[in-house]
């Protein structure tokens, strides 16, 4: 089976028109939850509306280390707009109906979107358009956020949705009136992700709903292997040498990290930086990656050490799992922010900036989303499903 172009979280929440709270607060809110991606859907709100919001989503995104990413549904036109305002979306989704997706990718400011489509019956998820990356599926059952929505495919239909899209490299997304409950069968049934409206909208604590379905998600697909290797990636902050050391507890494997094999020749990172500048830098480190690779461990790499197309191939030839830890930026700079021995978290905004350019090199690999749990939490659920 052709290995998956992209990973999705295990919720993709879809903003809802008829809320109390507009679109580009949802999005907002949705982000400060935990939530990496969210669609924005307007219909059927005006267009100068849904200009509006769109534009405040992303520039309140911007400002937060391109957190949450944000797919914009059907409106090609508002993705040209948002690109030339210099606020180019995550992606764009686009129906059956819709604007074919190799002419969106022609329009000015679009050419590096993800594009998601959706499919309704085997002869379209048997042959996706060949420009998307993740596909839909469904309707798993009747939803009223769609009345005009296409006959249910249920728990069969999803099965064998999932097992054609897979076999083709795009991401399958389960959509159509799904709840938590049906979280455990369709990650079963191979799906990447759950579209939701309503029940992420109705939800008190989103965080929570997202906790539970990453969780029913390592249940159906556990993401690691007694003796296998870990490599956690992700940015400064987000926790990874700290959760390396308690998984390395319960895996019963070393615990290595990138940046302390660097200080361990014996500068800090700080003096070496300040003599040799980040490409120095960048060449012990990626030494120190591969010396960690050597035997199965579980190694925490620096934050800019993803960036490096060899130690990405030299990961994935170790054999090693790569997990992206997968914080709120926010609360990352809250805990890292202005660190004297961290030389590239001075300011803010150049702080988010680099968040934000690294985010599509650590998306390469599956997310792991703390969602502000303590991480012998998150390390327990992590290893034990």
Not at 78 to 101: C, E, F, I, S
């Amino acid at each position: 089976m052709a290995r998956l172009s992209m990973h999705l979280p295990p919720l993709y929440p879809i903003t809802d028109p008829h809320s109390r709270l507009t679109l580009s607060a949802q999005i907002l809110r949705l982000g400060e939850a935990g939530f990496p991606l969210v669609q924005f859907r307007g219909k059927p709100l005006d267009p100068l509306t849904q200009w509006r919001e769109l534009e405040a989503a992303l520039g309140a995104a911007a400002d937060r280390g391109g957190w949450p990413a944000v797919c914009v549904n059907d409106r090609a036109d508002l993705a040209v707009l948002a690109a030339g305002a210099g606020r180019v979306p995550w992606g764009l989704h686009l129906g059956q109906g819709d604007l074919p997706h190799a002419e969106a990718l022609r329009l000015p400011g679009l050419a590096g979107l993800h594009l998601g489509c959706s499919t309704h019956q085997p002869e379209e998820w048997e042959a996706p358009d060949p420009a998307c990356d993740h596909a839909g599926i469904g309707p798993f059952r009747a939803t009223a956020s769609k009345p005009d929505h296409a006959k249910p495919v249920g728990l069969e239909g999803l099965r064998a949705g999932c097992r054609a899209l897979r076999a083709r490299g795009v991401a399958p997304v389960a959509i159509g009136g799904l709840t938590l409950g049906d979280a455990r069968g369709c990650f079963e049934a191979g799906a990447e992700a759950l579209a939701m409206v309503g029940e992420v909208a109705r939800a008190d604590e989103p965080g929570r709903l997202l906790w539970q379905a990453q969780v029913e998600r390592w249940r159906a697909r556990p993401p690691l292997a007694q003796g296998q290797g870990v490599v956690l990636l992700g940015g400064s902050g987000a926790g990874k040498s700290s959760l390396a050391v308690r998984l390395g507890r319960l895996l019963g494997l070393p615990v290595l990290d990138s940046d302390r094999r660097v200080e361990a020749l014996g500068r800090s990172i700080a003096a070496i930086f300040a003599d040799q500048g980040e490409a120095g830098f960048r060449a012990l480190e990626a030494a120190a990656v591969r010396e960690c690779l050597a035997a199965p461990a579980v190694v925490a790499l620096g934050a800019g050490a993803w960036e490096d197309p060899g130690t990405r191939e030299a990961v994935r030839a170790s054999g090693f799992t790569a997990l992206w830890l997968a914080e709120v930026p926010a609360r990352a700079w809250d805990r890292v922010g202005m660190d004297p021995f961290r030389p590239l978290a001075a300011t803010r905004e150049q702080f988010m900036a680099r968040w934000a350019r690294r985010t599509a090199a650590w998306s390469e690999a599956p997310m792991v989303l703390p969602l502000g749990r303590p991480l012998h939490e998150l390390a327990e659920a992590l290893v034990h499903q």
